[in-house]
């Protein structure tokens, strides 16, 4: 599964973004998804994942209520709305096909990774 993240961007302290990955395999809709986002100088750190079916959705603590993951596996394509965004927030962005078709929120089970999109908050 090749994965190409994307809709990252510069935004000021409260406003929205719209990240997608586009997968280019159709066994995508068979695997769990997830985002993990790396600030500068930080480790790797998970963000939110979503079950094959786009039926269970999991968050950090850091984003619940203010971003949402959905799927839409006839395209195949994986979002991650962000609203409510904060400076920290700042990141590397990355999408993440898993080797499950079950929520996780280890990046050790995710073998398949994006190049990444940047979204920088500023305050």
């Known amino acids: 599964v090749q994965l190409q993240a994307s809709g990252g961007g510069l935004v000021q302290a409260g406003g929205s973004l719209r990240l997608s990955c586009a997968a280019s395999s159709l066994t995508f809709s068979s695997y769990a998804m997830g985002w993990f986002r790396q600030a500068p100088g930080k480790e790797r750190e998970f963000v939110s994942t979503?079950?094959?079916?786009?039926?269970?959705?999991y968050y950090a603590e850091s984003v619940k209520g203010r971003f949402t993951i959905s799927r839409d596996n006839a395209k195949p394509m994986v979002y991650l709305q962000m609203n409510s965004l904060k400076p920290e927030d700042t990141a590397v962005y990355y999408c993440a096909a898993g080797n499950s078709r079950y929520i996780d929120t280890r990046a050790r089970n995710y073998p398949h990774w994006g190049q990444g999109t940047l979204v920088t908050v500023s305050s």
């Open positions: 979503i079950s094959w079916s786009g039926s269970i959705t």
